[in-house]
């Protein structure tokens, strides 16, 4: 079926920057919108961006101007991340509302995760 697999994740300084991959793959007629979350320890996934299928895209507020959702020309969602702070160490998951059917409704997945640590 549909398989989200997450790249690029790993450890960097404050004020790095770092950009995550979520290729997807499968039976995929096509993405209706796509996402990225992140999960840090003891706390509760939340949204950090947002990208529908015209394009506009929404951010959490405590990374606008510094994070990026886009999309490539093929089946990959791109999160390019900036002046990375150490409170955006968690771990980032892709999300896809993906269509594997030009008639039956679509469905959500989800990568594995990578884990992405600000630190000195």
């Known amino acids: 079926q549909v398989q989200l697999v997450e790249s690029g994740g790993g450890l960097v300084q404050p004020g790095g920057s770092l950009r995550l991959s979520c290729a997807a793959s499968?039976?995929?007629?096509?993405?209706?919108?796509m996402a990225w979350y992140r999960q840090a320890p003891g706390k509760q996934r939340e949204l950090v961006a947002l990208?529908?299928?015209?394009?506009?895209t929404t951010y959490d507020e405590s990374v606008k101007g510094r994070f990026t959702i886009s999309r490539g020309d093929t089946k990959t969602v791109y999160l390019q991340m900036n002046s990375l702070k150490p409170e955006d160490s968690a771990v980032y998951y892709c999300n896809v509302l993906a269509f594997t059917s030009s008639t039956l409704p679509p469905s959500t997945y989800w990568g594995q995760g990578t884990q992405v640590t600000v630190s000195s």
């Open positions: 499968g039976n995929i007629d096509r993405i209706g919108q």
């Open positions: 990208m529908i299928n015209g394009g506009a």
